[in-house]
Every structure is written in structure tokens, then in C-alpha cells.
T-cell receptor, first 113, second 111 residues
Framework: NAGVTQTPKFRVLKTGQSMTLLCAQD?????MYWYRQDPGMGLRLIHY???????AKGEVPDGYNVSRLKKQNFLLGLESAAPSQTSVYFC????????????FGSGTRLTVV | RKEVEQDPGPFNVPEGATVAFNCTYS??????FFWYRQDCRKEPKLLMS?????NEDGRFTAQLNRASQYISLLIRDSKLSDSATYLC????????????WGAGTKLIIKP
């Protein structure tokens, strides 16, 4: 049972390049989330999904897009990367909204130069 | 003002000692409270939920004070393996039921 798998683990992008981060979970969880974590700040929610085919904006959605075409996968896209998007990105999933034990992926360290 | 505030630390504590840290939250509609643990360069993991009456899990005790809007975490007989960053997390009762995360308190246990 792999839990939540994020790919890639590390990436360096040039300003203006695009990329997609993949999050895959094998626990049949309904809810999935993308967070970013920056020094001195708590995790901030970028986008989330409450089920297959649904997405919604979180606290800091600008510059990112997401898709959840399959229940097990939640993709985060950066269309035109900016240095301000340098961060550690975590994906998380949870069975439903009344369950509090979020399972996180191991993170993606993204640097935009 | 941040919605969830924590002392960033680090707290440097000798092995075997007791250490406690607090977290304050600003939204009075906060519904549920948690402590997560995050090891260096790793993902957060749920340590324990915090119940209104306070709760204990082994060496860890969590307390909630709704009147003063803070929660606390007490670690007794600290181990080297307790070295980590402890994240305070609050769930606010709104339509999205999202979690609000503190920036964390770093704890270093020294031999």
C-alpha cells in the first residue's frame, strides 16, 4: 500500500517554463489537496478536490491549475513558472471531510530560477 | 495577524526533560484542533487530535482552552526521536471545512 505518491521529488525550472506535478493515492480517498510550504509560514492550500471531476480554489490559487480526471490522481500545473513559486509542494488526501488524518505525499521541491 | 500562531523556536531540551509549547488561534469558529509532526525535509504526519477535555497519548498530552483560544502540547520524558517540528492545525467550521496550519515549533532534543 503506497499511500500518496508525488512525482517528481525535485525539479528546477526556468522562469516561464511549465510543468505538472502528479499526485496519486491508492486509498480510495475522496478529498485531495495541494499545499505549498514556505519558510516561516504554515502550509497554504492552493487547490483542492472533493471528488473525481471536481476542483476548487484554496487560499493561494493564482498561477496554478489543477485537474482530477480520475479519483486516484490530482494534478497540479504551473503554466508559466515564476520565482515566487519556488517552494515545497505537498499533496494530501483524506477519506472524507469528517476524517482528520490527512495522508501526505513526500513532497516536491521546486526551484524556479 | 496570523490565524494560527506558534513560537517558531527552536526549543533546545535535554533528553528526558519535559517540554511544552502553545499555539493560539484567532478564529472563534474554530471547531477541531490537531497536532502534526514534521521531520526535517519530510511530510507532516498526524500526531494527535486535541479534545475539549484534554487528552493523552503515551508521553504526549494535548490541552485546549477555548476561552483563551489556545492549545498546548506537553511532551514528557523527551526522546532524541522527538526532535521535529510540531505543527498546530485548526479546522474552522465553514463551508469548505479547510485546515488552517501554523508555521510550526521546532524542537531539538539533546543527548
Amino acid at each position: 500500500n503506497a499511500g500518496v505518491t508525488q512525482t517528481p521529488k525535485f525539479r528546477v525550472l526556468k522562469t516561464g517554463q511549465s510543468m505538472t506535478l502528479l499526485c496519486a493515492q491508492d486509498m480510495n480517498h475522496e478529498y485531495m489537496y495541494w499545499y505549498r510550504q514556505d519558510p516561516g509560514m504554515g502550509l497554504r492550500l492552493i487547490h483542492y478536490s472533493v471528488g473525481e471531476g471536481t476542483t476548487a480554489k484554496g487560499e493561494v490559487p493564482d498561477g496554478y491549475n489543477v485537474s482530477r480526471l480520475k479519483k486516484q490522481n490530482f494534478l497540479l500545473g504551473l503554466e508559466s513558472a515564476a520565482p515566487s513559486q519556488t517552494s515545497v509542494y505537498f499533496c494530501a488526501s483524506v477519506r472524507d471531510r469528517d476524517n482528520y488524518g490527512y495522508t501526505f505525499g513526500s513532497g516536491t521541491r521546486l526551484t524556479v530560477v | 495577524r496570523k490565524e494560527v500562531e506558534q513560537d517558531p523556536g527552536p526549543f533546545n531540551v535535554p533528553e528526558g526533560a519535559t517540554v511544552a509549547f502553545n499555539c493560539t488561534y484567532s478564529n472563534s469558529a474554530s471547531q477541531s484542533f490537531f497536532w502534526y509532526r514534521q521531520d526535517c525535509r519530510k511530510e507532516p504526519k498526524l500526531l494527535m487530535s486535541v479534545y475539549s477535555s484534554g487528552n493523552e497519548d503515551g508521553r504526549f498530552t494535548a490541552q485546549l482552552n477555548r476561552a483563551s483560544q489556545y492549545i498546548s502540547l506537553l511532551i514528557r520524558d523527551s526522546k532524541l526521536s522527538d526532535s521535529a517540528t510540531y505543527l498546530c492545525v485548526v479546522k474552522v467550521m465553514d463551508s469548505n471545512y479547510q485546515l488552517i496550519w501554523g508555521a510550526g515549533t521546532k524542537l531539538i532534543i539533546k543527548p
